[in-house]
Nanobody, 126 residues
């Protein structure tokens, strides 16, 4: 199985940027898709972005397209979420998740992912 550790969260003013990292360890030699989800206080966990096992396909929540970019560097066993033009409504705990698959498709449904990190807090102030 794979273990995931997120980092890069913090506090930023509106309009600022953050880059989250998701470091994978364990069985990383098998292809796995990576997803990012977030959960704000009192709200359900929501899909942010996902990337296929080979990095060819990327998917985004419609409301975040153009501001967030997902990528991966398999040489470093790390996935990234670049977040630009941050807004107060982006405040949430951000989770990295993984699913072993060689599909071109990366799920948008949290229930399809098997492995989760502990989350990293992102706080955007106005």
């Amino acid at each position: 199985q794979v273990q995931l550790v997120e980092s890069g969260g913090g506090s930023v003013q509106a309009g600022g940027s953050l880059r989250l990292s998701c470091a994978a360890s364990g069985r990383t030699n098998s292809g796995y898709a990576v997803g990012w989800f977030r959960q704000a206080p009192g709200k359900e966990r929501e899909f942010v972005a996902a990337i296929s096992w080979n990095g060819v396909s990327t998917y985004y929540a419609d409301s975040l397209k153009g501001r967030f970019t997902i990528s991966r560097d398999d040489a470093k066993n790390t996935a990234y979420l670049q977040m630009n033009s941050l807004k107060p409504e982006d405040t949430a705990v951000y989770y990295c998740t993984a699913l072993y698959t060689h599909s071109r498709y990366a799920p948008k449904n949290a229930n399809e992912y098997a492995y989760w990190g502990q989350g990293t807090q992102v706080t955007v102030s106005s």
